[in-house]
C-alpha cells in the first residue's frame, strides 16, 4: 500500500498563498488517482481537488477554482496543491489521499481513496 506525507501547511495571512505536497513512498505515484481533501473543526471532510494518473485532468472544488491548483511530479513521486489568495475559511487540516482504482475518472467522494496521509494543518488569519 502506498504510504503518503503531506508537508507545507503552516500560518498564514489572508491572500497568502502556500504550496502542500504530498509525498509517496512504497508504490510508484503513477499508479493511483490523487486527490486533496481538507477538514475544518466540527466540519465533516471536504473535497479540494483531483488529478488523474497523467495529471491531464483535474477537478477542482467549486469554493477554490480561480485560487487553488492542483499538479504531480510523477518522477518524484510528488503531488502538489497550489493555494493562492487563501481566506480564513480555507482553514482546515489538509489531506492528499491515493485511489488506485482501474477507472481513468476522478472522483471527488472521499470513500473512492483507500490511501490517506497523516494531513497537514492550514490556519489562514484575517
Known amino acids: 500500500q502506498v504510504q503518503l506525507v503531506e508537508s507545507g501547511g503552516g500560518l498564514v495571512q489572508a491572500g497568502d498563498s502556500l504550496r502542500l505536497s504530498c509525498a509517496a513512498s512504497?508504490?510508484?505515484?503513477?499508479?493511483?488517482?490523487m486527490g486533496w481533501f481538507r477538514q475544518a473543526p466540527g466540519k465533516e471532510r471536504a473535497f479540494v481537488a483531483a488529478?488523474?494518473?497523467?495529471?491531464?485532468?483535474?477537478t477542482l472544488a467549486d469554493s477554490v477554482k480561480g485560487r487553488f491548483t492542483t499538479s504531480r511530479d510523477n518522477a518524484k513521486n510528488t503531488v502538489y496543491l497550489q493555494m493562492n489568495s487563501l481566506k480564513p475559511e480555507d482553514t482546515a487540516v489538509y489531506y492528499c489521499?491515493?485511489?488506485?482504482?482501474?477507472?481513468?475518472?476522478?472522483?471527488?467522494?472521499?470513500?473512492?481513496?483507500?490511501?490517506w496521509g497523516q494531513g497537514t494543518q492550514v490556519t489562514v488569519s484575517s
Open positions: 489521499a491515493a485511489d488506485i482504482s482501474l477507472s481513468v475518472t476522478v472522483s471527488e467522494n472521499a470513500y473512492s481513496y483507500e490511501s
Open positions: 512504497e508504490r510508484p505515484l503513477s499508479m493511483y488517482k
Open positions: 488529478i488523474s494518473r497523467s495529471g491531464g485532468s483535474t
